[in-house]
Antibody, heavy 117, light 110 residues
Framework: EVQLVESGGGLLQPGRSLRLSCAAS????????MHWVRQVPGKGLEWVSS????????EYADSVKGRFTISRDNAKNSLYLQMNSLRVEDTALYYC??????????WGQGTMVTVSS | QSALTQPASVSGSPGQSITISCTGT?????????VSWYQQHPGTPTKFLIY???KRPSGVSNRFSGSKSGNTASLTISGLQAEDEADYYC??????????FGGGTKLTVL
């Protein structure tokens, strides 16, 4: 079974840093691009970042560019999101998502990040 | 970049067909055949419904179909069922090699 399990979310103050992790299983991880997508509870989906199979192509939404860094460890079947200089508006449920044909075919359950003073 | 434009809500009766539109620009929907659609039920993982405008992943009911004309994509659900009541999102690849979602549409089955 293809599975994505996020971890690392929490409650923290503005300006702090946090690293999210995603453990992948059930598919050949190093053959797929991966994404982070976030969603404020009760609101819509927002694409955050993507990384191709060999980390050679990284992309970011304008809202996080310069503050967030996506990375992966294919040996560990893991995806990461380093979030620095966090803002209140970064509060959301963060999903780890597998790419397939320029779409998002498998989603994790998400990890909640709350930024509040 | 602003979200793709979807109607906030649509509704239909069981057995009917509904269509959800998703409008973008020539830099996203209009420029590429990489439109996809997703279904969200509260508390369950997001479900992948359509990719590359009109292709259905294995296991997705053929009641779900997708199309595109110019800068607007559409998701049609035929033979509406109570279990189809959910939030639906479109997404597209963009000219900046990024992705963009629609604002979401709440489907109510009357």
């Amino acid at each position: 079974e293809v599975q994505l399990v996020e971890s690392g979310g929490g409650l923290l103050q503005p300006g702090r840093s946090l690293r999210l992790s995603c453990a992948a299983s059930g598919f050949t991880f190093d053959r797929n691009a991966m994404h982070w997508v976030r969603q404020v509870p009760g609101k819509g989906l927002e694409w955050v970042s993507s990384i191709n199979w060999n980390s050679g192509n990284l992309e970011y939404a304008d809202s996080v560019k310069g503050r967030f860094t996506i990375s992966r460890d294919n040996a560990k079947n893991s995806l990461y999101l380093q979030m620095n200089s966090l803002r209140v508006e970064d509060t959301a449920l963060y999903y780890c998502v597998k790419d397939a044909s320029y779409a998002f075919d498998v989603w994790g359950q998400g990890t909640m990040v709350t930024v509040s003073s | 970049q602003s979200a793709l434009t979807q109607p906030a809500s649509v509704s239909g009766s069981p057995g009917q067909s509904i269509t959800i539109s998703c409008t973008g620009t020539s830099s996203d929907i209009g420029g590429y055949n990489y439109v996809s659609w997703y279904q969200q039920h509260p508390g369950t993982p997001t479900k992948f419904l359509i990719y590359e405008v009109s292709k259905r992943p294995s296991g997705v009911s053929n009641r779900f179909s997708g199309s595109k004309s110019g800068n607007t994509a559409s998701l049609t659900i035929s033979g509406l069922q109570a279990e189809d009541e959910a939030d639906y999102y479109c997404a597209s690849y963009t000219s900046r090699n990024t992705r963009i979602f629609g604002g979401g549409t709440k489907l109510t089955v009357l």
